[in-house]
């Protein structure tokens, strides 16, 4: 079946580089995505990438697919305090449109 | 322009009764998702909608729950005799196709409190 897992919790200082770290069992997975939640807010995607892909950069944002594993990572480079938040990874199942979600890593920046 | 609206944002309701969730989609967004993000859990599928075809309810966890989707804009997600595991945030996420990259937006959620 499909299942996605994820580390619960993630704590970092201000400056320093976070690393979320995720895998999936899905083999036939198209694209693999980032969530953040940010508190009493919705879901904004960060980043996605798609599996014949390795590596992905945006900015702040490196996400690294190890296929072969089935493990997907985010790294966030000088991570600020208002990176504060809940990170979702989640993948597009086949040839279905549904996403399959991590239970979600909460990312605590400290000043 | 509007993103996905979805009403109501709070609904407390005693264990037994129905309730009735409703998704407003981005216009031109032919694919609906709905999903439910528990307690101390992550988000769990429920149900999608991709233009005119049949649904994709798998994820549904009960034949209490039902959704429909009229005129292949808004979607009403009915969860009747209501037990307390269903208390919940229920999202509601529309995006242009199911296929390729198409991002999904997502509502602010309705939280259901069953009492």
């Known amino acids: 079946g499909e299942d996605v897992e994820q580390s619960l919790f993630l704590s970092v200082r201000e400056g320093d580089s976070s690393v979320i770290n995720c895998t999936y069992t899905?083999?036939?997975?198209?694209?693999l995505y980032w969530y953040k939640q940010e508190p009493g807010a919705g879901l904004q995607l960060l980043t996605y990438?798609?599996?014949?892909?390795d590596m992905k950069q945006d900015q702040r944002l490196t996400v690294l697919l190890n296929k072969k594993d089935k493990h997907l990572s985010l790294r966030i480079a000088d991570t600020q305090t208002g990176d504060s938040a809940i990170y979702f990874c989640a993948e597009k199942s086949g040839n279905t449109g549904k996403l399959i979600f991590g239970q979600g890593t909460t990312l605590q920046v400290k000043p | 322009g509007a993103g996905v609206s979805q009403s109501p944002s709070n609904k407390v309701t005693e264990k037994g009764k129905d309730v009735e969730l409703r998704c407003d989609p981005i216009?031109?967004?032919?694919?609906l998702y709905w999903y439910r993000q528990s307690l101390g859990q992550g988000l769990e599928f429920l149900i999608y909608f991709q233009g005119n075809s049949a649904p994709d309810k798998s994820g549904l966890p009960s034949d209490r729950f039902s959704a429909e989707r009229t005129g292949g804009s808004v979607s009403t997600l009915t969860i009747q005799r209501t037990q307390q595991e269903d208390s919940a945030v229920y999202l509601c996420?529309?995006?242009?196709?199911?296929?390729?990259?198409?991002?999904?937006?997502f509502g602010p959620g309705t939280r259901l409190t069953v009492t």
């Open positions: 990438i798609f599996s014949n892909m």
């Open positions: 216009s031109g967004h032919t694919a």
């Open positions: 899905d083999s036939s997975s198209t694209y």
């Open positions: 996420a529309s995006s242009l196709s199911r296929d390729t990259a198409y991002e999904q937006y």
